[in-house]
Nanobody, 123 residues
Framework: QVQLVESGGGLVQAGDSLRLSCAASRGTFTYYTMGWFRQAPGKEREFVAAISYSGGSTDSADSVKGRFTISRDNAKNTAYLQMNSLKPEDTAVYYC????????????????WGQGTQVTVSS
């Protein structure tokens, strides 16, 4: 089974950028649709972005469209979330997740999860 480790979170100011990385080990990375989700204190986990196992299809939440970009490098077994024009409401723990051989944006269908990385955006 695939194991996921996120990195790249931190404390930034509104308008700044961050790039999150999700390194995968074990399993065959190209079998997995990769997703990014986030959870703010007191709120439910929400979908941020997803990318198909080939990288040919992507989707993102309306709240981040035009600001966040998901990508993957299958040679490096790594998925990325480039976050630009960050806002205080983007503050959350960001999780990387994987699901094999299907396309979905529902967190209930993702099988494998990383430990999360904190992103804090100050105003």
């Amino acid at each position: 089974q695939v194991q996921l480790v996120e990195s790249g979170g931190g404390l930034v100011q509104a308008g700044d950028s961050l790039r999150l990385s999700c390194a995968a080990s074990r399993g065959t990375f190209t079998y997995y649709t990769m997703g990014w989700f986030r959870q703010a204190p007191g709120k439910e986990r929400e979908f941020v972005a997803a990318i198909s196992y080939s990288g040919g299809s992507t989707d993102s939440a309306d709240s981040v469209k035009g600001r966040f970009t998901i990508s993957r490098d299958n040679a490096k077994n790594t998925a990325y979330l480039q976050m630009n024009s960050l806002k205080p409401e983007d503050t959350a723990v960001y999780y990387c997740a994987a699901v094999a051989l299907r396309w979905t944006t529902s967190h209930n269908e993702y099988r494998y999860w990383g430990q999360g990385t904190q992103v804090t955006v100050s105003s």
